[in-house]
């Protein structure tokens, strides 16, 4: 897969920016706050329909366009992959002034869709210093992870993870009707069957997405460590078809690795949960809560039988970062057919020489990546003659 021209309008620092990008490597030298990063998220907004930085997607508008009566930000890529040659295009438009409702477009080949469409059309795999997040952040770090991985080469996922968010606030808000002002339970039973029925279904993929993560990333991180060390994903669903779960449905930190419960189908989980949430349905009241289900779910890194986001050091948890990535890169590949496009920002300052060397030489049979740093000092000298070079000052990209 190769992005060949990216066009921004009014994206973060860009007010406007046409570039044909080469296929490869591709570096992105300058100083902090140049739009290096911004670069790299607009690649990767246009494989996910998501910011990995903007808290807000008005963000993504460029401040001076906010003052204009129709505040927007564009993005569009011509790409190639070996199936086809398509055109991607993202819009964020805000209402005048910039402030209330955003409408967020999406346009592939010049027809309207939806964002679950973009699944599969183009690819991206990002690496950044904050990724260590997903090994010792919260579990809501490692289930975002997990979901951004699996929408961008399952359209039904996405699909299904956002209409469960919608079921899961409505149930939550009934909930506490029933608890404030005495609501007939029965009418859960409604909001029950729904949310079952997405949650065996986000469920299900994810524990096999966790497996051919697991499958691809042990040896990764067995070579990493120099044999020293073996790498197990251990994902704890709040609702576990084997009902190991604690009691009161939270989820504590086990550092048992259970086996990947890859052949409980989507519908035996949306049977078990309703008996589950019919079980609990006194307590879910008290608390005006569902306490099972996916949102719920957490996903642990254990490295020679010990947890690593609690009990590892930070060159652990960088090296089951690295391994996790990598692996993500292969995934893709495997699920899809086409390389991922590949997004390293200041990653490797974060490495030591060795690490290095491994991650360039492991990423080089891409298609195409772009690595963002303030020096090149850490660049071998043999990957620096192979790669493009650009410099990037105030929104200016300039080939070196």
Request: charged share 25%.
């Amino acid at each position: 897969m190769h992005i060949q021209q990216l066009s921004l309008t009014n994206f973060r620092l860009y007010a406007r920016l046409e570039v044909d990008l080469p296929a490869g490597a591709l570096i992105l030298v300058g100083a902090n706050a140049q739009g290096k990063t911004a670069l790299l998220e607009a690649l990767y907004f246009l494989a996910t329909g998501q910011s990995h930085h903007a808290a807000s997607e008005r963000q993504l508008i460029n401040f001076l366009a906010l003052h204009e009566p129709q505040p927007f930000a564009r993005v569009v890529a011509e790409a190639r992959t070996t199936r086809e040659r398509l055109r991607v295009e993202l819009r964020v438009i805000a209402d005048a002034g910039g402030e209330g409702r955003l409408r967020k477009d999406v346009l592939i080949n010049g027809a309207k869709k939806r964002v679950s469409d973009l699944a599969g059309r183009i690819t991206a795999v990002m690496f950044l210093p904050q990724d260590m997040a997903i090994v010792e952040g919260s579990p809501g770090e490692r289930r975002r992870y997990l979901d951004l991985a699996l929408s961008q080469v399952d359209s039904l996922y996405q699909h299904n993870l956002s209409e469960y968010g919608k079921v899961l606030s409505q149930r939550n808000a009934l909930l506490k009707q029933i608890q404030e002002s005495g609501v007939a339970p029965d009418l859960l039973e409604f909001w029950d069957g729904k949310l079952c029925e997405l949650a065996g279904a986000l469920q299900a993929a994810r524990t096999h997405a966790v497996a051919e993560l697991e499958a691809l990333a042990s040896p990764i991180h067995r070579e990493l460590t120099a044999g020293r060390e073996g790498l197990r994903l251990a994902y704890h669903p709040s609702f576990d078809p084997a009902a190991a779960v604690a009691p009161d449905g939270q989820l504590g930190l086990p550092l048992a690795t259970p086996a990947h419960p890859i052949g409980v189908s989507a519908a035996e989980i949306e049977s078990l949960l309703r008996e589950r949430l019919k079980s609990v349905r006194g307590d879910e009241i008290a608390r005006g809560q569902t306490l099972y289900g996916p949102h719920r779910d957490e996903l642990r890194f254990v490295a020679n039988g010990l947890d690593v986001g609690v009990y590892g050091s930070r060159g652990q948890v960088r090296t089951a970062v690295l391994a996790l990535k990598l692996a993500e890169t292969e995934w893709m590949r495997a699920r899809t057919g086409e390389w991922p496009i590949l997004l390293l920002d200041e990653v490797l300052s974060e490495l030591d020489g060795q690490r290095r060397s491994d991650l360039l030489r492991r990423l080089s049979a891409a298609d195409q990546f772009v690595i963002t740093t303030t020096d090149l000092a850490p660049f071998p000298s043999e990957f620096l003659a192979r790669a493009a070079v650009w410099r990037v000052q105030t929104g200016t990209l300039t080939p070196q």
